[in-house]
């Protein structure tokens, strides 16, 4: 990989649902180029009068951008994250503009956890469990054994997970922030 120092590179961003909580969680490190910019970086979110959780992986400014065109189909489409996730990923599809944002978008509420990206996908996990960004394959593979293998609630899992994927992913590190919704 060719580490231009105008781009930005990785994240890892996780989203566990079990029992009766949804957790995000991600960690803080903002990194361009072979830099450390920031470690602290908070990259989840509470949308929709706290009923919808967001972190995302990819460019910072383009998240922001596609959190404020989610915020605005969630209120033109209150309590129904899907049909707004698919809404806006039409536009992230067809729009000139948005069409150019580089992130991804792990989303939840009570009822649904969802990935969406700039090529109109919106997937729903099987298992619950949803990972993305540089560190996602790892915090993957982590949250998958945690839930086979512990009683682990769902938060713990994320932050195990996260610590995980910090110890390998070198665009990670273990400044995490969760966020969580009671099912």
Known sequence: MNHDSNTWYGTTIVCIRKGNQVVIGGDGQVTLGTQIIKSQARKVRRLSNDSVIV???GATADAFALFERLEAKLEKYPAQLTRACVEMAKDWRTDKYL???EA???VADKSVSLTLTGNGDVLEPEDGIIAIGSGGGYALAAARAF???SDFDAETIARK????????CIYTNKNIILESISL
């Open 55 to 57: 972190g995302f992986a």
């Open 99 to 101: 069409r150019r944002l």
């Open 104 to 106: 991804v978008l792990a």
């Open 147 to 149: 839930v086979q293998v």
């Open 161 to 168: 997970s996260l610590e995980i994927a910090a110890d390998i």
